[in-house]
């Protein structure tokens, strides 16, 4: 090996070494950092790592030599073992040459000490540029690693919990009831049940007074035309159980009066009602009293 390729070699072991040492001492600030002001904790990280990271681009700087290095100690090295190989050969043919006879044994002596001489100076050869090849491909490997891990000292934010189905579905709101359609067959009690079995869930009696319709014509239609008899709505049943036990027989009659006309008036509302009825189909007011 040149002088030159000594050199650098050399300058890249410190290199290393100091790459090394700087790591060394990151790993043990981190372990240090309890109980250490932040800001100064920052600063002598900083200045090491950026100590840290000029080293490691000067050991890269040298890549590329120390590659030329590694290819040409590879083949000298094999030039070398290959000659080894050659040189013990000769010293075994020379000495079955000997041992038939074809030599003096005072010719073979001199032809194997000379043949031995060779042969360990080749060996040594190999050795050496075996452990310079292996020492340059560890320095190598060393130079290869890149920056060290940084720690990262940022707080890590809260992960945000995944929601499961449970969770989900209590915080989807409950949608809101869909609305009855109504047919244009239904009958105005139909229309007027849920408002009469709103007014009966109220146990103080007094009915809230509804507004007036806002069709003037429907009053006097209600009084003129029959109205057509409709299923039994839910504000109908609610209705028959608000029916006193002796009015079973106004309970009968609302078989025929699909053939009498509403000519009770609500004294609340002013709605027309059949006279058996109890309560006004509109508001709910008692019907009894009139």
Known sequence: MTKAKTNALDALRALIA??????????????????????????????????????????????EELQLSITALSS??????REEDVRRDSLQEA???????????AQWEEMRAEAERELEKVAADRESLDSQLGELRSIQKLGAVGVA???????????????????????????????????????DDSVAAPVAAAT??????????AAPSADPGRSSLAQIAPAAQSSPTVGQKSKAARTPAGG???VKSKEARA????????????????????????CGAELATM
Not at 200 to 209: E, L, R
């Open 149 to 187: 891990a940084r720690v990262d000292r940022s707080e890590s934010a809260p992960a945000e919990p995944i929601a499961t189905s449970s969770d989900t579905a209590s915080t989807v709101p409950e949608s809101p009831p869909s609305a009855v359609a109504v047919s244009p067959s239904q009958s």
């Open 200 to 209: 009966a869930s109220n146990d103080s009696g007094n009915a809230v007074p």
């Open 18 to 63: 100091e790459r090394q040492q700087y790591e060394q001492w990151m790993s043990t600030l981190e372990s240090k950092r309890d109980g250490i002001q932040e800001h100064v904790f920052e600063k002598v990280y900083g200045d090491y790592r950026g100590r840290l990271e000029r080293v490691i681009g000067e050991i890269h700087g040298h890549a």
């Open 259 to 282: 053939e009498q006309a509403k000519t009770l008036k609500c004294p609340e509302c002013g709605t027309p009602n059949y006279p058996t009825e109890w309560y006004c189909e509109r």
């Open 76 to 81: 000298r090295l094999v030039e070398v073992a």
């Open 248 to 250: 079973l027989s106004a």
């Open 95 to 105: 000495e079955l040459r000997a041992a038939v006879g074809e030599y003096e044994p």
